[in-house]
């Protein structure tokens, strides 16, 4: 089973800032690697799909890179719409695997 | 766009069947993938697996011994069965359409294990 280790697993940001988080794969998985945005009471939603490409509808601020373990999900200009739990996800081998979340906090 | 709605009871009791259905609407569930996950506060988001619309079908090992899914196209469903509960199957289960990556999710239920 492929884990994926997020970080950081909460993160209080004032609005405007720059949000990296990362997620690392315990081994290789090419560009099969997926983000969400939870928000509370909420079910996620695909924000970027094979590490890189924006989901339809999804504003410009995110951006995923990387590719094979390594990889970071980017929000530029943090918005207080964008306080939710974060999430990757890999689809490179079964069983499909997430990561813990991180949390970000709108200060 | 297509869109989910998972239904079913939210209350099980311990070693018995808990029985969900999700209903696809805007698309024909004969085509793709359809997968369930669930997401309870202590294991986070566990993918529980997903089936073709030809009825073909992969599990979580962690759950296979106790799971089924199945699909009817005539009603655009397709269902989950998770037998002998306990109280460590409680959690929103949610259901999602898979196309290589799980793009839209239902809006998820919940289910408790308790007697």
């Known amino acids: 089973e492929i884990v994926l280790t997020q970080s950081p697993d909460f993160q209080s940001v004032t609005p405007k800032e720059k949000v990296t988080i990362t997620c690392r794969a315990s081994?290789?998985?090419?560009?099969?690697l997926h983000w969400y945005q939870q928000k509370p009471d909420q079910s996620p939603k695909l924000l970027i799909k094979?590490?890189?490409q924006s989901f339809s509808g999804v504003p410009s601020r995110f951006s995923g890179s990387g590719s094979g373990t390594d990889f970071t999900l980017t929000i530029n200009s943090l918005e207080a719409e964008d306080a939710a739990t974060y999430y990757c996800?890999?689809?490179?081998?079964?069983?499909?695997?997430f990561g813990g979340g991180t949390k970000v906090e709108i200060k | 766009q297509v869109q989910l709605q998972e239904s079913g009871p939210g209350l099980v009791k311990p070693s018995e069947t808990l029985s969900l259905t999700c209903t696809v609407s805007?698309?024909?569930?004969?085509?793709?993938?359809w997968s369930w996950i669930r997401q309870s506060p202590g294991k986070g988001l566990e993918w529980i697996g997903y089936?073709?619309?030809?009825?073909?079908?992969n599990y979580n090992p962690s759950l296979k011994s106790r799971v089924t899914i199945s699909v009817d196209t005539s009603k655009n469903q397709f269902s989950l069965k998770l037998n002998s509960v306990t109280a460590a199957d409680t959690a929103v289960y949610y259901c999602?359409?898979?196309?290589?990556?799980?793009?839209?999710w239902g809006q998820g239920t919940l289910v408790t294990v308790s007697s």
């Open positions: 805007g698309d024909s569930i004969s085509s793709y993938y």
């Open positions: 081994q290789s998985i090419g560009s099969s």
């Open positions: 996800h890999q689809s490179s081998s079964i069983p499909l695997t």
């Open positions: 089936i073709y619309y030809s009825g073909s079908t």
């Open positions: 094979y590490a890189s």
């Open positions: 999602a359409v898979y196309y290589g990556v799980l793009e839209y």
